[in-house]
C-alpha cells in the first residue's frame, strides 16, 4: 500500500468536483436553482450528500443527485487506487 495517500483535503476537492461534474453534465448552469454538495472525510470514511433544485424537464433531479453522489465515491475510490 503507498505511504503517501492523498489528504483530506484532496479527498473532499475530489469528490466535490465529481458531483459538480455529473449535475453541470446533466443541466446548463442556469437551468440550476440550488444545490449543495457536502463531502466529509474523516478517519478513512467518506459521506457525500447532494441537493439539487432543478427543473425535472431535462432530467430527474432526485437521479441525477444519486448519480452526483455515486460519481463522487467512485471519483474518491480511483484516487486511492492510483
Known amino acids: 500500500m503507498p505511504t503517501d495517500e ?7 476537492q475530489t469528490a466535490s468536483d465529481a458531483a459538480e ?4 453534465s446533466q443541466y446548463k448552469q442556469s437551468d440550476v436553482r440550488d444545490y449543495d ?7 478513512g470514511v467518506l459521506e457525500v450528500d447532494v ?4 427543473p425535472a424537464d431535462e432530467a ?8 452526483a453522489a455515486l ?8 484516487l486511492f487506487e492510483a
Open 6 to 12: 492523498p489528504t483530506d483535503e484532496t479527498v473532499v
Open 21 to 24: 461534474g455529473v449535475i453541470f
Open 37 to 43: 454538495v457536502t463531502v466529509v472525510f474523516e478517519d
Open 51 to 54: 441537493y439539487l433544485n432543478a
Open 60 to 67: 430527474d433531479p432526485e437521479q441525477v443527485a444519486d448519480d
Open 71 to 78: 460519481a463522487a465515491r467512485h471519483a474518491v475510490d480511483d
